[in-house]
């Protein structure tokens, strides 16, 4: 029998948070008073409790008939009105008030209550959670049009546009490409370098689960996007500017990529699929298998990729293109009572004759692994929502030659082949903590790591007679960097809500080999090779929002960026832009950025439409930027000031249930305000246009971008060109044969168009029609 019970209004004063996760706490107050972390947490709550003052006491607490509470945004603490509270089986069912709170009669039963709405995340509750005063619920929201790409296992029918399912035929790059002011660096036919709103390498973080990875090629060929795959990912967290300090401060923003985890009480289960894609014989084959009770989790998967030279718009082959690589992932988890979980992941990669045509050689073989162990408490009681620590290491070796090519006739180096090497290692632990008391949020991250790093080349004359010569590119770099940061939301009034942050960035770093030191003084003889440096980041944002309906946020922040391991001490290092080769330089100053940044949303009843935009404008100071000192090398320098500013919009209509259109438009100015240039490797404006169709178990998706010319080029630092205007259309289709069996297929570049991202060297064209099909079967 249904039953319907409305909502009645509730204060807010709560003792019991649950914030929503894919798992439910256990309930047991005896084994969380067992947590060694209590202690610091009743200490903190009453710390806490000082702050925000006594709590008002709640008229309807929770007693053997009623389950009550109050539903909030995770993020906003905002009351969240309309949210579904269900249980399942006997189709209990209420919503939140205006005020976020709800009341329900306790089932009699053995079983799970859902809290769901549109936009947000499912929680699953136990009921033997809602005891004593009514509990908070906190609701984590999924992807917005313009931060997030959600990547799932299949079709939601009330996800966010941004949300993809995964096993999908992309590329975890190409994924990313659609979300807006997020631009792809492509040197070859894989392992693609995110730009944010203009800017790469350094100044955009790229964490895979939080983890502090770093390239091993001095080239950029392999960007830490390269060492995971897209059907490993569960979200791509992309933040632009530097608004968020989770992931790190830097001016362009950071992408976390966060991988997908078993979960538990799944028996034994797995998947297998193949694919295939015609333009470049391109086979991808993953085995994904694991078993779970309710205590622990096992899984695996590897992937196996093969693809060899593929053709560009209009026919051309172009040599040098393929690649293989292999890619595995396991991790072991263990659920404890009291919300706590440990985990273990060990992820790795490796990568065999991977051509660049962009460049003037290719990866002979590059290798990585990131091991890591999380605890992770969730303690719904008490004031720390979430304490999460993890220690990491990462490990990666790349080795890369011309050998496959014809040096005699080249420009650079001509009659020289040059095999290099580089190699990376981080070591790290990650703290992290929520703190939810009343109208204020905290989240506080720690990131502490040292980086090794080295890399050499050998010079060997194509002519015999002449010994090959013997250079280090980076000698022996460590840098002992730790990252603190501090980010506090209070909910004001149900509409205003501030937002204000500290970060500190510290580095003490050295290079230790002695006559890489001793080459790099000559360069410069008045910087020291070993230093310590600091950097302070703020942050500072208001924002309106009423109800779901709009909003309006500015945020003003001022950022320092530490100059990174190849700028201080890269030596010799060839740079295909400008065909210079680079001097790190050990004395650079900091980058110095500040911006401001404004944005709003508008979303129509029941998510018929909705439209996202940001504008925003960055100004640094002591921009690190190439300077040419000769007529064969440069070294980094810090340029006066220069000035990016521009904006992104993302939007959709859902004018049927089964019919939606997406669109998006991003933009970047950008301008060396000291050499009176602009800056290299700006993407043009760009606009893209989606609509998916869905009938029956047949999902059908088509996809315009387009990109403008971009006539706006460095020429004094860069050997820059402009670049044309293109379109590219795709469209795919995924049919769902059975529950455990669906096929999917599809046809890239329809029209066959020739086209160059500006963003890439060497005006590298993209891929020309590619048609592809996969197969995916789960048990
Ligand atoms: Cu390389």
Redesign the pocket.
């Known amino acids: 029998m249904p039953l319907n019970i409305h909502a009645t209004q509730q204060p807010q004063s709560h003792e019991t948070l649950y914030v929503s996760t894919p798992y439910h706490f256990n309930p047991d107050i005896r084994e969380n008073r067992e947590n060694p972390v209590m202690t610091l947490t009743s200490l903190l709550s009453l710390l806490m409790l000082l702050w925000t003052g006594p709590l008002p006491n709640g008229p309807l607490p929770n007693g053997p008939d009623t389950l009550s509470g109050t539903i909030y945004d995770a993020e906003t603490l905002r009351p969240l009105h309309g949210a579904h509270i269900m249980v399942p089986n006997l189709q209990y069912t209420t919503s939140s008030g205006a005020d976020g709170s709800f009341a329900l009669v306790r089932p009699d039963c053995p079983c799970r209550i859902l809290i769901t709405m549109t936009g947000y995340k499912t929680l699953e509750m136990d009921p033997a959670q809602f005891t004593g005063t009514p509990v908070a619920v906190y609701l984590e929201p999924r992807a917005g049009l313009l931060s997030e790409v959600v990547i799932r296992s299949a079709p939601v029918p009330d996800a966010s546009p941004r949300s993809y399912t995964n096993s999908s035929l992309e590329s975890t790059e190409q994924f990313m490409q659609r979300l807006n002011g997020l631009s792809m660096i492509k040197r070859a036919n894989y392992a693609w370098e995110p730009s944010l709103r203009g800017m790469s390498d350094s100044r955009v973080n790229v964490l895979i689960d939080g983890v502090t990875m770093v390239s091993a090629?001095?080239?950029r060929?392999?960007p830490v996007t390269s060492y995971v795959e897209t059907e490993n990912l569960e979200k791509v967290d992309v933040s632009m500017g530097n608004i968020s300090f989770e992931n790190g401060n830097r001016p362009g923003g950071s992408v976390n990529l966060i991988t997908a985890r078993p979960g538990f009480d799944a028996g034994f289960y797995g998947e297998v699929d193949a694919g295939y894609q015609h333009n470049g014989n391109v086979q991808k084959y993953r085995v994904m298998s694991g078993y779970s009770n309710q205590r622990n989790a096992l899984q695996a998967a590897f992937t196996l990729r093969d693809a060899g030279n593929f053709t560009a718009g209009g026919g051309e082959r172009l040599g040098l293109s393929g690649y293989t690589k292999m890619n595995l992932k396991v991790d072991a988890g263990r659920d404890f009572a009291g919300g706590s979980r440990r985990w273990f992941t060990w992820i790795g990669d490796l990568a065999l004759d991977a051509g660049y045509p962009a460049l003037i050689?290719d990866?002979d073989k590059a290798r990585s692994h990131l091991i890591s162990y999380e605890h992770e408490w969730r303690n719904p009681g008490s004031l720390i929502s979430l304490l999460r620590v993890k220690p990491y290491h990462t490990r990666i070796d790349?080795w890369?030659s011309d050998y496959n090519r014809d040096v005699t006739t080249r420009d650079v180096m001509p009659g020289m082949y040059m095999p290099?090497s580089?190699k990376t290692r981080t070591t790290g632990i990650r703290l992290e903590s929520t703190l939810i008391s009343g109208r204020h949020l905290v989240r506080a991250t720690m990131n502490l790591h040292r980086l090794n790093a080295f890399a050499d080349m050998l010079m060997e004359p194509v002519d015999e007679q002449v010994s090959p010569m013997y250079l280090i590119n980076i000698g022996d770099a460590v840098l002992n960097n730790a990252y603190v940061s501090a980010d506090h939301s209070w909910l004001m009034s149900p509409a205003w809500s501030l937002n204000t942050g500290l970060a500190l960035d510290l580095s003490g770093r050295s290079l230790n080999d002695p006559v890489a030191a001793d080459l790099l003084s000559i360069e410069f003889p008045d910087a020291s090779t070993g230093r310590f440096i600091a950097a302070a980041n703020w942050k500072a944002g208001l924002q309106y929002q009423s109800d779901e309906a709009w909003g309006i946020s500015l945020n003003l922040s001022g950022g320092s960026r530490l100059p990174s391991h190849i700028e201080s001490y890269g030596y010799y290092i060839y740079n295909p832009l400008d065909d210079l080769f680079y001097f790190g330089n050990p004395g650079l100053k900091n980058e110095q950025s500040t911006q401001v940044n404004l944005s709003g949303f508008l979303n129509g009843d029941d998510r018929l439409y909705g439209i996202e935009a940001s504008l925003f404008v960055n100004h640094i100071r002591n921009y690190i930027g190439g300077r040419a000192t000769g007529d064969l090398f440069a070294a980094y320098t810090n340029y006066d000031a220069a000035l990016y500013a521009g904006g992104e919009a993302a939007g959709y209509l859902n004018p049927w249930p089964s019919f939606g259109l997406t669109f998006g438009l991003a933009g970047v100015y950008a301008q060396n305000l000291h050499l009176d240039e602009p800056l290299p490797m700006i993407p043009p404006l760009e606009a893209h246009f989606g609509l998916e169709w869905r009938v029956g178990s047949l999902t059908l998706a088509a996809q315009v971008r387009h990109a403008a010319v971009q006539r706006r080029i460095a020429s004094a630092t860069t050997l820059e060109t402009p670049s044309e205007a293109f379109t590219v259309i795709d469209v795919r289709g995924t049919w769902n044969l059975r529950p455990d069996i669906q096929l999917r297929a599809g046809i890239e570049n329809i029209a066959d168009t020739r086209y160059t991202e500006h963003t890439s060297p060497g005006n590298f064209p993209s891929p020309g029609r590619n048609a592809q099909a996969q197969i995916l079967i789960r048990f």
Request: glycine fraction near 10%.
């Open positions: 090629c001095v080239d060929m392999d050689m990866t790349h890369m290099m580089g």
